[in-house]
């Protein structure tokens, strides 16, 4: 089954008024469950057979509803004059070389295009990401230690 079909599957269960659906193949089990305001997906895949058993993870679909206030919209239009440093790579952020080392950069620091300004650690190799900027850091977007995304802000920087 396919991520449309499953697409399809849980927006014909929301449209149809059953509030709870369990859908059960050979290798996949789907659950969907609808309230008065939100629908809730529950997959789970099974391994192949001659496979060692892993534990697969659960996807849990929530569509939410956009809520922009006006603080929330006076924010982003104040932080758009800044220019964002982001994570070219998935893992760990680290703001330290080292635990006994000093932050790389923080908040006031000015900071060049070739200004080390943190580490990201995947499948353990510590990347230093660089600043490709040149400007002063305003924001730190993300605590030490965390996960990050690719593409993730890390850092606000302002140009000027």
């Known amino acids: 089954m396919e991520l449309k079909d499953i697409q399809n599957l849980i927006k014909f269960v929301a449209k149809s008024g059953a509030s709870e659906v369990k859908l059960e193949m050979e290798d996949i089990k789907i659950t969907i469950k609808t309230g008065s305001e939100k629908t809730e997906t529950t997959i789970v895949q099974q391994a192949p057979l001659g496979m060692p058993q892993m534990a697969m993870p659960n996807q849990i679909v929530t569509p939410t509803q956009p809520q922009e206030t006006q603080q929330a919209a006076n924010a982003t239009t104040e932080e758009s004059k800044f220019i ?40 353990k190799l510590f990347n230093e990401i660089e600043a490709e900027v040149t400007g002063k850091i305003v924001k730190i977007l993300v605590e030490d230690g965390t996960p990050v995304e690719f593409g993730q802000p890390l850092f606000l920087v302002d140009p000027s």
Do not use: L
């Not at 994570?87 to 760990?92: A, D, H, K, L, R």
């Not at 908040?107 to 060049?112: A, K, L, M, R």
């Not at 080390?116 to 650690?121: A, D, P």
């Open 84 to 123: 964002e440093i982001t994570s070219p790579i998935i893992g760990t952020f680290y703001r330290k070389p080292s635990p006994d080392k000093p932050v790389f950069v923080e908040v006031g620091d000015n900071v060049s295009t070739n200004t080390v300004v943190c580490m990201v650690e995947a499948m």
